[in-house]
């Protein structure tokens, strides 16, 4: 059984941080990318940043020089952190595996697995 825990969201000021962690159990990752992908209300949601077992791969242009994606392959966890946070970036953030069919970049189509969310509110 696959599950995927988000943790780590809450409420901060514009340019304040927040590290998300993402704990995946039932799945062997490493071999494969993970993802953060984020949903605002309104909106689709966006993939936002992937790993794979050679690091990251995927940055939205966005995020870039702002949040980093990492791993940590013995406790089998995947974090985000988010610094110089923006009122734009608040939205439900997601952890995702096995979304885009082996590929780390993909819309978010229903596939694969995914967590419950941990919201992020900047203000």
């Known amino acids: 059984h696959v599950q995927l825990v988000e943790s780590g969201g809450g409420s901060v000021q514009a340019g304040g941080s927040l590290r998300l962690s993402c704990v995946v159990s039932g799945y062997t990752y490493s071999s494969y990318c993970m993802a953060w992908f984020r949903q605002a209300p309104g909106k689709e949601r966006e993939q936002v940043a992937s790993?794979?077992?050679?690091?990251?791969?995927f940055y939205e242009d966005s995020v870039k020089g702002r949040f980093t994606i990492s791993r940590d392959s013995a406790k089998n966890n995947v974090y985000l952190q988010m610094n110089s946070l923006k009122p734009e970036d608040t939205a439900m953030y997601y952890c995702?595996?096995?979304?885009?069919?082996?590929?780390?970049?993909?819309?978010?189509?229903?596939?694969?697995?995914w967590g419950q969310g941990t919201q992020v509110t900047v203000s």
């Open positions: 995702a595996a096995d979304w885009a069919g082996g590929n780390c970049v993909g819309p978010y189509d229903g596939r694969g697995y």
């Open positions: 790993i794979d077992s050679d690091g990251p791969t």
